[in-house]
């Protein structure tokens, strides 16, 4: 059996703990890989050789880490096969959505190439009699990632690329479920120019996490996963003094009104709830149909359509529309929520509780379902179940589905289909959600603008990518400046181009 490595100084390096966890083929069922799960003295070891690391690098100018960046631009392009090969044998999921997976995070290195022009401070000139005041952006030091499993490729690029950019050095501990592309693009990072131990991967589980929470060197932390864990994660680190920003669970509302172009809904619901299994945290997972006529419509264009799609392992072409869920586990706690449903009154409306595919029986794949009548009483509404799963929740009137994503503990994300603008301005300001799409299903912010929720999907106050990331991974230093007058003579003019 294949062991996977830590990446420790510009290289791969074996695990000492003597402990592993198993990676699987989620479509086969089968153990492919183990994976070292780090000892508290590993983590340890590579924060400290981080920190060695960071002081030149972040002392380097930021033009000449911008092109690291785009070194890796193209590297990523010319591995993007590879690459997504790599995500779906772990993951599961489609090679299309393997390379969008990819793609997403490789936009945000491209954003980091403008590193320079995001880190010019303030001046005042004379702000005093002889005096000037300048703010200078400068690094954190040391910053630990720890990052899920349902974005392998694209969630770390999204939070090292920034921390890098700003002249930090980083530690990623990605999921255990899948890091080898983690693993992949530490190698990339090194070819590009990154400057060996700057940027770190350290396999492991909580005793990993809790190490890098409880660092001294530590300055920052940046989370994706469930919400207890973020706020587990959030807790610990703020209590040690370090800068945090975890992002959690999520519940995602898609109105639709009477006078949406339904086809446009049906079909933005279907590829909104399904894709990657629905194990995104920005995927639709609950439809709301604003009165009965409206309802019953969508509920019969939903219905062949969920009914088509086709699911299979990645290696069945590009048509495949989903794929298995990352684990066993994780598809009988979906299967079990969906039981849960039917108990509690919801009409299942396309049952798949009973899929197997064949040659597959052992893999984790779970079918798609459709529920209607969901009421917000219901576990499975309640409940992120992440998976391939779309409760249809019924509406009597706009305000009654403004209310019920506003009501929901999470705001991670929320949609409105609509042909009416008024409708549109009206949800997009009252509504308590970090991210909206107006006839847009998934209303993921491109590079340049910030990725957040609110509510308990969110805990911290700077967010992801964007401007965001830069505030987060530096920190302001204001100097103000007096120099004594009529010292003029002996000036050295000749500017020097950089090397």
């Known amino acids: 059996m294949t062991e996977l490595s830590h990446f420790i100084n510009g290289e791969n390096v ?28 590993e983590t340890t070891a590579a924060i400290e050789s981080a920190a060695a690391a960071q002081l030149a690098w972040g002392a380097t100018n930021p033009q000449k880490r911008a092109r690291v960046m785009m070194a890796m631009v193209h590297l990523m392009n010319r591995d993007m096969d590879k690459l997504a090969e790599a995500l779906s044998r772990e993951h599961g999921k489609t090679i ?18 403008a590193a320079p022009q995001m880190l010019k401070g303030e001046f005042t000139d004379s702000a005093g009699p002889g005096i000037d005041m300048y703010s200078m952006r400068q690094p954190l030091g040391v910053v630990a990632s720890i990052m899920p499993f349902n974005f392998p490729a694209m969630m770390p690029l999204w939070h090292v690329g920034p921390a890098l950019a700003c002249g930090n050095a980083v530690v990623l501990k990605p999921s255990e479920r899948d890091p080898s592309v983690p693993l992949m693009l530490a190698e990339l990072f090194v070819e590009a120019g990154l400057p060996k131990g700057v940027f770190q991967v350290v396999n492991g589980d909580k005793e990993a996490v809790d190490t890098l929470l409880d660092s001294d060197t530590i300055q920052g932390v940046s989370f994706v996963g469930s919400t207890p864990i973020a706020q587990y994660i959030y807790s610990r680190a703020t209590a040690n003094g370090k800068r945090a920003q975890c992002f959690g669970g999520a519940k995602n509302h898609m109105i639709v009104m009477p006078d949406a172009d339904l086809d446009q809904a049906a079909d933005a619901l279907v590829g909104a709830g399904f894709g990657a299994a629905g194990e995104r945290c920005m ?44 684990t066993g586990a994780a598809k009988e706690r979906i299967l079990g929520l969906i039981n849960s449903g039917v108990e509690q009154g919801a009409k299942l409306v396309v049952d798949n509780r009973d899929f197997s595919l064949q040659g597959y029986e052992d893999g984790f794949f779970v079918g798609p ?10 576990d499975i509404y309640k409940q992120e179940i992440f998976g391939p799963v779309l409760s249809t929740v019924r509406a009597g009137s706009y305000e009654e589905a403004l209310k019920l994503a506003m009501d929901h503990e999470y705001g991670n994300g929320t949609a409105i289909f609509t042909r009416d603008g008024d409708t549109a301005r009206d949800f997009a300001s009252r509504v308590n959600i970090g991210m909206v799409g107006i006839n847009v299903p998934i209303p993921v912010p491109l590079a340049y603008h910030t990725f957040g929720g609110w509510k308990k999907s969110m ?8 401007p965001d990331s830069f505030k987060f991974y530096t920190r302001t230093k204001t100097v103000t400046a007096r120099w004594p007058s009529g010292i003029k003579e002996g000036g050295e003019f000749n500017f020097k181009a950089m090397d």
């Open 14 to 41: 074996a695990g000492t703990s003597g402990r592993f966890d198993d990676v699987f083929n989620p479509a086969t069922g089968e153990v492919q890989y183990k994976c070292p799960m780090a000892s508290a003295a």
């Open 96 to 113: 299309p959505d393997a390379k969008g997976d990819l793609q997403r995070g490789l936009e945000v290195i491209e954003y980091c190439i």
């Open 283 to 326: 995927a639709i997972s609950v439809a709301v149909p604003v009165g009965e006529e409206t309802a019953d419509a969508l509920i019969e264009k939903l219905i062949p359509r969920v009914e088509k799609l086709k699911v299979g392992p990645y290696t069945a072409g590009d048509d495949v529309d989903m794929g298995p869920v990352v």
């Open 369 to 378: 379902h459709l529920f209607d009548n969901v009421t917000p009483e219901m």
């Open 459 to 466: 805990f911290g106050d700077l967010n992801q990518h964007g």
